[in-house]
């Protein structure tokens, strides 16, 4: 089933700038992650914030959680050309009882030099 | 190996033959899984491996897809008399065996159309 909603559905900034997307979800998770796919490729994980965690850096990349509001979002600052690629948040699935991620629908980053 | 091997990277097929699609995940990992993704859009859970055994396969059409992992050999996802609708990129990702569902490893994918 459908967990993770990005939004917006896609985003196109210039270099520099920042670009923020958000992530909804439904259900009762132990982490959420981010990963990014290239077009053509398969994805890549950017980063893990876990369920009582808020607050995550990575280089360039800050997440937040907020688990009252089932959401989460991925900041990249100071974006860059070789950025531009589809981003995807996933759950794994607590109430179905397995080890799975469930992906969101992605959201498409343009960054224009 | 140090990444999720797949092969072949593209499968053409006509209505009705059959497709077989493989996957040697990193070496050590003990967790499978396969997710189909359509129109470059949200990736599909199809069914996920413990080792050999299957773990949880609430996502596969079970009338034509199955798949395996057995001992040294590459996992395999197998679609019998496709259809024009499973034309999608299968990935495969595999991870190491932890309590949780952590960072997954992904291969870059099979593409396959269905003529």
């Known amino acids: 089933s459908q967990q993770g909603e990005e939004d917006p559905q896609a985003l196109s900034i210039q270099e520099g700038e920042n670009a923020t997307m958000n992530c909804s979800y439904k259900?009762?998770?132990?982490?959420l992650q981010w990963y990014r796919q290239n077009s053509g490729r398969g994805l890549v994980h950017l980063i893990l914030?876990?369920?009582?965690?808020r607050e995550k850096h990575s280089g360039r990349l800050r997440v937040t959680l907020d688990t009252s509001k089932k959401s989460s979002s991925l900041l990249i600052t100071a974006s860059r050309a070789a950025d531009t690629a589809s981003y995807f948040c996933a759950t794994d699935d607590m109430g179905g009882g397995s080890e799975k991620l469930v992906f969101g629908k992605g959201m498409k980053l343009t960054v224009n030099p | 190996g140090e990444e999720v091997a797949q092969t072949p990277k593209h499968l053409v097929r006509g209505e009705g033959q059959k497709a077989k699609l493989y996957c040697a995940p990193i070496k050590g990992h003990s967790y499978v899984f396969w997710y189909q993704q359509v129109l470059k859009n949200e990736f599909k859970f199809l069914i996920s491996f413990q080792n050999e055994n299957v773990f949880d396969e609430t996502g596969m059409p079970k009338e034509r897809f199955s798949a395996k992992c057995l001992p040294n050999s590459p996992c395999s996802l197998e679609i019998q008399a496709t259809k024009l609708e499973d034309s999608a990129v299968y990935f495969c990702?595999?991870?190491?065996?932890?309590?949780?569902?952590?960072?997954?490893?992904f291969g870059e994918g099979s593409r396959l159309t269905v003529l």
């Open positions: 259900t009762s998770i132990n982490n």
């Open positions: 914030i876990r369920s009582n965690e």
């Open positions: 990702a595999s991870d190491t065996d932890r309590g949780d569902v952590g960072e997954l490893f």
